[in-house]
């Protein structure tokens, strides 16, 4: 009669111990997979060019001004890569956001200098521009059924055709530009960091939230995996890739009145060199922080590696070809070390014959 007292008594101390055990080790293993480099392989890479930039420049990189640039700098770049997270998540193209930049930055322009208007009607009618051309790609791609790829091109075409009638391929200066409240948009700073750092923010932290805690982000995953298995599952496929566009056009068109407000002018060529960069940010954030899966955060750490680079390579007075040399090689090693973890669509493996990951599609049933 005493022993199963015993083992009773017995019992509840070994049950906190196991538990005790089992929830630090299971805190380390996801320490451990947080902090790995194939989680975050492109943290390294940038803290090794940091490293290297401060040894080859010691006395202008490791400074606090250098931060400050890095991040005023590239804000305007990161806003333009995160207009096409949203497109890319769900497997749609967006080229147009160059042309779209660059359309908004000039018309900002024109309605304050050629037609007296105030900022607020200028940017206002600017973005409403944007807006057309997001409703535009949405019909083409969607409706009409054209590859985004090719559409999106040729409405960018369109677009510069009317950017040309407008400018005549000549930048819109004024003193319009260059007083407040308009300068103030993007010059105004903060403790040496400019209001495009916070947009940059704010934006970033939106989409997050939006791909990562909704229910439209759970779908706009799913539909970019396997839009016809989405699709089955009652997946609005459709609407979803034509709010991307309309959000993608309308992103790219804020990033264009910034650049003007930064600049002073609307330029005719505001959003061509950010075309590369934006896709090619977008792409190595995919394989940071949410594997597979082209995410915010990982955009945004994405720019900013690249604009330390290219920044601690203009404090090196290095050659002016070494900045795109440096561009190349920091995208291709940060993608293939990371495993290049971007699940292919479904008709890219149909015809390489890759198997689609497993990973991916319990993401995507999930």
Do not use: C
């Amino acid at each position: 009669m005493t022993s199963t007292p015993t083992r009773a008594a017995e019992l509840p101390p070994s049950a906190p111990e196991s538990s005790a055990v089992s929830v630090p080790e299971a805190v380390v293993r996801r320490a451990v997979t947080a902090l790995s480099f194939r989680n975050i392989g492109a943290v390294y890479v940038w803290l090794v060019i940091v490293v290297l930039f401060s040894a080859w420049a010691p006395d202008t990189f490791p400074t606090t001004i250098t931060v400050k640039q890095v991040l005023n700098g590239n804000a305007v770049a990161g806003l333009v890569a995160l207009s096409v997270v949203p497109p890319l998540a769900a497997r749609v193209f967006d080229l147009s956001i160059a042309y779209t930049m660059s359309l908004t930055s000039v018309l900002t322009a024109h309605f304050m200098v050629s037609s007296g208007l105030g900022p607020g009607t200028a940017i206002a009618l600017a973005m409403a521009a944007a807006l057309l051309v997001g409703v535009v790609n949405g019909i083409v791609v969607v409706v009409l059924r054209v590859d985004s790829f090719i559409a999106t091109l040729a409405t960018g075409a369109l677009i510069q055709s009317l950017i040309t009638m407008v400018t005549n391929d000549s930048s819109i200066t004024g003193v319009q530009l260059l007083a407040k409240p308009f300068a103030s948009i993007a010059q105004l700073d903060v403790g040496g960091l400019t209001l495009p750092v916070l947009y940059l923010l704010l934006a970033a932290l939106a989409i997050w939230f939006l791909l990562e805690h909704t229910a439209t982000g759970r779908r706009l995953y799913a539909t970019g995996f396997n839009a016809d298995a989405a699709r089955l599952q009652g997946v609005r496929t459709d609407r979803l890739r034509f709010l991307t566009l309309v959000a993608s056009a309308l992103l790219s068109g804020f990033a264009g009145v910034v650049f003007a407000s930064a600049v002073g002018s609307g330029s005719p060529t505001a959003g061509t060199p950010y075309l590369l960069s934006a896709y090619a940010a977008a792409f190595v954030g995919a394989t940071q922080l949410r594997a597979g899966r082209f995410n915010a955060w990982g955009t945004v750490l994405a720019v900013l590696l690249l604009g330390t680079g290219i920044t601690g390579l203009g404090l090196a007075t290095s050659a002016q070809w070494a900045a795109s040399l440096f561009t190349g090689s920091v995208l291709i090693v940060a993608l293939v070390l990371t495993g290049g973890r971007i699940a292919l669509p479904a008709v890219l493996r149909r015809r390489t014959g890759t198997r689609p990951d497993t990973t991916t599609s319990k993401e995507s049933r999930g």
